[in-house]
């Protein structure tokens, strides 16, 4: 298959390293822009974009994923999936149609619990003794697809 891998911190990387050792073809890889980090406020790359040059997959930093042009690209690279893990922006309904078989969220909590940004945060806060990883397909609501 050929796949679209959305993700920008350390947590996304063991799924795109997984992505990549699979047999499919991980044709790109969307992480959000470089930004300043630390003290310096060096400008840094996320830790998803790092894995991506070591693997030469071209990378795309769209500022926003409802740009037109970013969508256009998406859809020249004819994706038969996009998996998206703790990408950090909602995605428009004209790039969740690109991929033929739609697009697949790996989200850090066991939904319905902690829906939306910052799931493994919550759960340390609450205490929780047991959480997870839930599989789903996406819709344009946050975290509101069926679970795989």
Same mark, same amino acid.
């Given at each position: 298959?050929?796949?679209?891998?959305?993700?920008?911190? @350390?947590?996304?990387? +063991?799924?795109?390293?997984?992505?990549?050792?699979?047999?499919?073809?991980?044709?790109?890889?969307?992480?959000?822009?470089?930004?300043?980090?630390?003290?310096?406020?060096?400008?840094?790359?996320?830790?998803?974009?790092?894995?991506?040059?070591?693997?030469?997959?071209?990378?795309?930093?769209?500022?926003?994923?409802? @740009?037109?042009?970013?969508?256009?690209?998406?859809?020249?690279?004819?994706? @038969?999936?996009?998996?998206?893990?703790?990408?950090?922006?909602?995605?428009?309904?004209?790039?969740?149609?690109?991929?033929?078989?739609?697009?697949?969220?790996?989200?850090?909590?066991?939904? +319905?619990?902690?829906?939306?940004?910052?799931?493994?945060?919550?759960?340390?806060?609450?205490?929780?003794?047991?959480?997870?990883?839930?599989?789903?397909?996406?819709?344009?609501?946050?975290?509101?697809?069926?679970?795989?």
């Amino acid at each position: 298959m050929r796949i679209v891998f959305m993700g920008t911190p @350390d947590f996304s990387v +063991p799924s795109l390293e997984s992505l990549i050792g699979s047999g499919h073809q991980v044709v790109a890889v969307v992480t959000q822009p470089d930004k300043p980090k630390g003290r310096g406020r060096e400008i840094q790359m996320p830790p998803v974009k790092e894995v991506a040059l070591a693997h030469q997959i071209p990378v795309y930093q769209p500022v926003r994923a409802r @740009d037109e042009a970013f969508i256009a690209q998406m859809r020249e690279l004819a994706p @038969d999936v996009m998996v998206v893990i703790a990408f950090g922006q909602l995605l428009p309904e004209e790039l969740l149609k690109v991929p033929a078989y739609g697009c697949v969220n790996i989200h850090a909590s066991l939904l +319905p619990r902690y829906r939306g940004a910052a799931p493994i945060q919550w759960a340390v806060i609450n205490g929780d003794q047991e959480t997870g990883i839930t599989t789903m397909m996406m819709e344009v609501g946050m975290d509101t697809g069926d679970m795989l």
